[in-house]
């Protein structure tokens, strides 16, 4: 069973940075992808990045590209997201989860963290 666990969240001025981790245990084979969601307030999930089992490969949404980077350090189980130039647009719980393909659909995601809420300031 997989298991995934954020932290590094928290409160950030407009303009500063933020990175929230993922340590992740359980079966996890190198076809797997590691997506990163999050959901505003009332909303649905949305997707804002995924990155393979090596690393080299990344995808994100239109609204975080340029300032938000998906990265991975497998020997310590442990994926993060590092978010520079945060916005008040940006303050939502971030959810990493883990997949088979670089769906930007939550329902494509098996297994998920209990997310981490991150608050950019004006």
């Known amino acids: 069973q997989v298991q995934l666990a954020e932290s590094g969240g928290g409160l950030v001025q407009a303009g500063g940075s933020l990175r929230v981790s993922c340590a992740f245990s359980?079966?996890?084979?190198?076809?797997?992808?590691m997506g990163w969601f999050r959901q505003f307030p009332g909303k649905e999930r949305e997707f804002v990045a995924a990155i393979n089992w090596s690393g080299r490969t990344t995808r994100y949404a239109d609204s975080v590209k340029g300032r938000f980077t998906a990265s991975r350090d497998n020997a310590n189980n442990l994926v993060h997201l590092q978010m520079n130039s945060l916005k008040p647009g940006d303050t939502a719980v971030y959810y990493c989860?883990?997949?088979?393909?670089?769906?930007?659909?939550?329902?494509?995601?098996?297994?998920w963290g209990q997310g981490s809420q991150v608050t950019v300031s004006s």
């Open positions: 989860a883990e997949g088979s393909t670089y769906s930007t659909s939550p329902d494509e995601y098996e297994y």
């Open positions: 359980g079966h996890t084979f190198s076809s797997r992808v």
